[in-house]
């Protein structure tokens, strides 16, 4: 449970129940199964950019791939009713979009997260894919605004700062603050650390709250 979330939502207590057009998605228990299909997945995204078999064994792999497609296609369901993102127990809250992260902090004062890329997030020589960056950063932005008891909102920029090579295979930390509200308006920034303390990459960002009927 993360510091200052409420149990059953993972979002502060007091939290301005303000969604403008966007769904309501409720937290998942899709049983224990959907933990180890998304660890698998993850492993397997990891083989999939790196491994190097003979053409028997990707035509092999590729059978296999296609009958996990044949089981799952039946299953297929609209956006919220899937256990991705909704499961906020499991890394990345169970999507496999996400890199792997954790919360350890939801307050009013900030978010915190702990995060481990790998194989699959390389852009070269074994560093962490410079696009993958905002990604995390726009989802620290988004559960910070749940944090500090703002409306639902959507990021209307969102700008990066590289400082240093981002490794894979390290636990990471990402931090995340308000640092201004006007009206609608939330200006955001953020902070991405190795475990010596070292920057990384920093962002910032605004946020600005949906209307009524805004998606």
Same mark, same amino acid.
């Given at each position: ?113 702990? @995060?481990?890329?790998?194989?699959? %997030? =390389? ?8 696009? &993958?960056?905002?990604? !995390? #950063? $726009? ?31 390290? @636990?990471?930390?990402?931090?995340? %603050? =308000? ?8 200006? &955001?920034?953020?902070? !991405? #650390? $190795? ?21």
């Amino acid at each position: 449970m993360t510091e200052g979330a409420s149990e059953a939502t993972g979002k502060s207590e007091g939290f301005i129940d303000q969604h403008g057009g966007f769904p309501r998605f409720e937290v998942a228990d899709p049983g224990p199964g959907f933990g180890r299909f998304l660890e698998g997945m993850r492993r397997l995204q990891d083989l999939a950019v790196s491994a190097n078999p003979d053409s028997d064994t990707w035509d092999d792999a590729a059978d296999r791939v296609e009958e996990l497609v044949k089981l799952l296609k039946p299953f297929e369901a609209a956006e919220g009713v899937g256990p991705a993102i909704r499961v906020p127990s499991l890394p990345g809250a169970g999507s496999l979009l996400m890199p792997p992260w954790t919360v350890t902090k939801f307050s009013p004062e900030g978010v915190e997260m702990e @995060v481990e890329f790998s194989r699959y %997030h =390389v852009g070269g020589n074994y560093a962490v894919h410079g696009g &993958v960056l905002p990604l !995390l #950063f $726009d989802q620290a932005f988004g559960m910070l605004i749940h944090a500090v008891n703002r409306p639902m909102s959507r990021t209307a920029y969102l700008h990066v700062d590289y400082r240093k090579v981002t490794p894979i295979d390290t @636990v990471l930390t990402a931090k995340a %603050h =308000v640092t201004e509200v006007e009206g609608r308006k939330t200006f &955001v920034a953020a902070e !991405l #650390f $190795d475990p010596e303390g070292n920057l990384l990459a920093e962002a910032n960002g605004l946020m600005v709250s949906l209307l009524p009927g805004q998606p």
